[in-house]
């Protein structure tokens, strides 16, 4: 055990729709980051926040937003959701903005059917 | 843009025979390279680092070399055990971005 929680686990939701992924870090973990890993993909960096603040974002789509709040769990809101969004997220959580290893929770498979 | 890359994306090794995964990057702003092991169903757990102040760092079976000059880092297993099938990415850090590979998909044969 990691540490870090993801709920849910599994969604399935249909095209269009938005979901609510969340994440809690670990305890003392102050920086958050969330990943996507498609069939066969490795691992995209969507964005990072450190104390409630984006530091860093990747390939994230317009479409995708998300926050990290005063207890430090996050969250990532995916809207107008297309098949091709369908995919593990992951979100890790790590003591320091950089230089210490970050760990993951389970992730969550979105499914968009 | 690929700024981390595992160009195999896969490797076969006989149990205890040495496995070799290899990493390359591109952004000489990295200042710290991590290697994760991901099973099937689950998170990546973290499995060692490197500073890149340093070239070498051992952790048991595990030892992770940096050449800087070449922008190339590797992940050796000695001896390879089947439990180490799994895949591999390896990760780089620096302005507040932890980048991954697309890993390397390890299976450890009797």
């Known amino acids: 055990d990691s540490g870090v929680t993801q709920t849910p686990k599994h969604l399935i939701t249909a095209t269009g729709q938005r979901v609510t992924l969340r994440c809690s870090p670990r305890?003392?973990?102050?920086?958050v980051y969330w990943y996507q890993q498609s069939l066969d993909q490795g691992l995209q960096f969507l964005i990072q926040?450190?104390?409630?603040?984006?530091?860093a974002k990747g390939n994230i789509l317009e479409r995708f937003s998300a926050q990290q709040f005063p207890d430090l769990h996050s969250e990532l809101n995916l809207s107008s959701l297309e098949l091709g969004d369908s995919a593990l997220y992951f979100c890790?959580?790590?003591?320091?903005?950089?230089?210490?290893?970050?760990?993951f929770g389970q992730g969550t498979r979105l499914t968009v059917v | 843009d690929q700024q981390v890359k595992q160009n195999s994306p896969s490797l076969s090794v006989q149990e205890g025979r040495i496995s070799i995964l290899n990493c390359d990057y591109t952004?000489?702003?990295?200042?710290?390279f991590l290697w994760y092991k991901k099973y099937p169903a689950e998170g990546p757990t973290f499995l060692i680092s490197?500073?890149?102040?340093?070239d070498k760092n051992e952790d048991g079976r595990f030892t992770v070399f940096l050449n800087k000059s070449a922008k190339h880092l590797s992940l050796h297993i000695v001896p390879s055990q089947p439990g180490d099938s799994a895949v591999y990415f390896c990760?780089?850090?620096?302005?507040?971005?932890?980048?991954f590979g697309t890993g390397t998909r390890l299976q450890v044969f009797p």
């Open positions: 890790a959580s790590s003591v320091e903005v950089e230089g210490s290893e970050a760990f």
């Open positions: 305890s003392g973990d102050l920086s």
């Open positions: 926040y450190y104390n409630g603040e984006e530091r």
């Open positions: 952004n000489s702003m990295f200042d710290y």
């Open positions: 490197i500073s890149s102040i340093k």
């Open positions: 990760a780089a850090s620096g302005t507040d971005k932890l980048i």
